[in-house]
């Protein structure tokens, strides 16, 4: 069943089959090889793309470099102004786009257009920032000096996302990089190149009735090898990269070779703990969308209940019931929770995982099943599963991206919990249930979660772009969005003005000529 009219939405957002999935905003050229993009929603293939070759590549970063020099000289806040009128054209765009990423990537509707929103309220918060990217003023110990601190932009940022969240990473990086005076080449995640043309094509207009240079923000296609054109490149100062762990070791291993910087934002394991003070009615709905949400496929999706033992029945009970009401089908359907993985690999990687989990001794309280039949023609759509299991099981600690929940128990105290918790490689986002406030700030406190992102009393799974979104240990350190994630994108340099006639020296040092 398609629930729109899928070549309506492309011809809004300017996307021709055979699309050149290189841009520098308006130029059309590729001589690349071609990927195609299936629907993990009916499994039809939406669109054609040409890859990125290295001779594209190297017309796409001289653009790049050459729109930096006149980019970066223009005032923060007009550079503001642009990212204002693309959040305006997003605004136009948000239904069209938010489709697109329903139909290309899976995720629902709601979810798509949550996205989109995401976009806007990033541009809305780099407007603001774009008369805000402070400096400090510091006392020089030196009579007649004054010292004091500035940013000044970078130069071209490469930005390599992941599939499940196929436009909001990018703008995420791009909408501070942006009035920050940097100039962005982005390769999307190959698994949804559609996406990233779409968004292109929206900058690419804003720039040129702006009669700006194209090159401001730039687009590849293709996988991990065109993204390694960017990781081996002396020419990108900083690389932001976002999607498994296992990309992020070698990124990060590429860029430090030649000591450039990196923004890593990997997978996570997130978990939730529930304690004998927990709301059980909160608990159940914040467990559930963290679970199954986005069909699993979310950095931040919740992996591991943790509870304690004298209320565990209860809890499992109400989660257990809570999973017959799922309903699992076409994501732009709006009456059903549950769409699509992205694909039969990932289909693989849940089967893998419920099979050891079975194997290390779990058991499946909910079972896992791929399904088949009208309106499961793609082969992507899988019940969400649930497992008792241990925290020290293999497959516990590692991130399956699909719809997989283990229940954990703890017993005594929050302490006991938040040790399961922390027992992992990982360190995304964490969670507690509880009105009890000893616990809660036990949790917040450094004894506490060892995580970039700790909740109390709402679920692990989403955000605020206000915040500053990341995480710790195999997460890979990285902060984007809110707060003061922007420094990423400017180098600092340390000013000393003298005013003076004399020439004192730092420490007191006397050199006499
Ligand atoms: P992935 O690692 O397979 O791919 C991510 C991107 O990296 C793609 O664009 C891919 O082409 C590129 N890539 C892979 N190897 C590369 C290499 N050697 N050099 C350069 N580029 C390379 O991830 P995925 O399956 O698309 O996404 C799912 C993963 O992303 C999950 O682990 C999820 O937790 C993580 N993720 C993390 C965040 C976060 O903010 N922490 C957000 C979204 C997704």
Same mark, same amino acid.
């Given at each position: 069943m398609t629930l729109f009219n899928i070549d309506d939405t492309l011809k809004q957002l300017g996307i021709q089959n055979i699309n050149n999935g290189t841009s520098t905003g308006v130029k059309n050229f590729s001589n690349g090889n071609i990927l195609e993009s299936f629907s993990p929603v009916d499994g039809k293939l939406i669109a054609s793309v040409k890859t990125t070759s290295k001779s594209d590549y190297e017309t796409v970063m001289a653009t790049a470099t050459k729109a930096f020099k006149t980019w970066q000289l223009m005032p923060a806040p007009q550079r503001g102004d642009i990212v204002r009128q693309f959040g305006d054209k997003l605004r136009e765009k948000k239904e069209a786009l938010g489709k697109l990423v329903s139909y290309e990537m899976g995720k629902s509707y709601q979810e798509g257009l949550g996205e989109v929103q995401e976009m806007i309220d990033i541009c809305d918060f780099a407007v603001g920032l774009s008369r805000q990217l402070h400096g400090l003023t510091m006392h020089s110990e030196r009579p007649g000096h004054r010292m004091y601190e500035q940013y000044h932009p970078l130069g071209v940022v490469g930005i390599i996302s992941a599939f499940n969240f196929p436009v909001a990473v990018w703008s995420w990086n791009t909408a501070l990089a942006w009035v920050c005076g940097d100039v962005c080449v982005w390769k999307p995640s190959e698994k949804t190149p559609l996406c990233g043309i779409a968004c292109q094509n929206i900058i690419a207009e804003v720039l040129k009735e702006n009669n700006l240079p194209e090159g401001i923000s730039c687009l590849i296609n293709g996988d991990y090898k065109v993204g390694e054109f960017m990781t081996k490149d002396v020419r990108i100062p900083l690389v932001s990269a976002t999607g498994s762990t296992r990309m992020g070791k070698i990124v990060a291993k590429e860029v430090a070779g030649r000591l450039g910087k990196t923004l890593l934002e990997l997978g996570g394991n997130n978990a939730i703990i529930v304690t004998p003070d927990a709301d059980i009615k909160m608990t159940v709905i914040g467990a559930v969308f963290g679970a199954v949400g986005t069909a699993g496929q979310r950095? $931040?999706? $919740? /992996? /591991?209940l943790i509870i304690h033992t004298s209320i565990y029945n209860k809890v499992k009970q109400a989660i257990v019931d809570a999973y017959k009401q799922i309903k699992i089908g076409n994501p732009l359907d709006q009456t059903n929770h549950v769409g699509p993985l992205i694909d039969k690999a990932a289909v693989n990687m849940y089967k893998d995982a419920l099979t050891k989990v079975e194997q290390e001794g779990g058991t499946i309280l909910v079972e896992g099943e791929v399904l088949s039949g009208s309106g499961y023609e793609s082969g992507c759509y899988v019940k969400p599963a649930i497992a008792e299991a241990e925290n020290s099981f293999e497959i516990v600690q590692h991130e399956t991206f699909a719809p997989i929940l283990y229940l954990l128990k703890y017993e005594g105290g929050v302490e006991n919990a938040i040790e399961i918790q922390n027992g992992v490689a990982q360190g995304l986002s964490s969670a507690i249930m509880t009105n009890n406030l000893r616990e809660a700030e036990h949790f917040l406190s450094h004894a506490g979660s060892d995580c970039g992102i700790a909740n109390v009393n709402i679920g692990t799974s989403g955000a605020e772009i206000g915040g500053a979104f990341g995480g710790e240990k195999e997460t890979g350190g990285g902060r984007e969005s809110g707060s003061d994630a922007w420094k990423v994108y400017m180098r600092r340099q340390t000013n000393t003005i003298n005013y003076t006639t004399k020439l004192p020296l730092a420490q007191g040092i006397k050199f006499n000529l």
């Open positions: 950095c $931040t999706s $919740t /992996r /591991r």
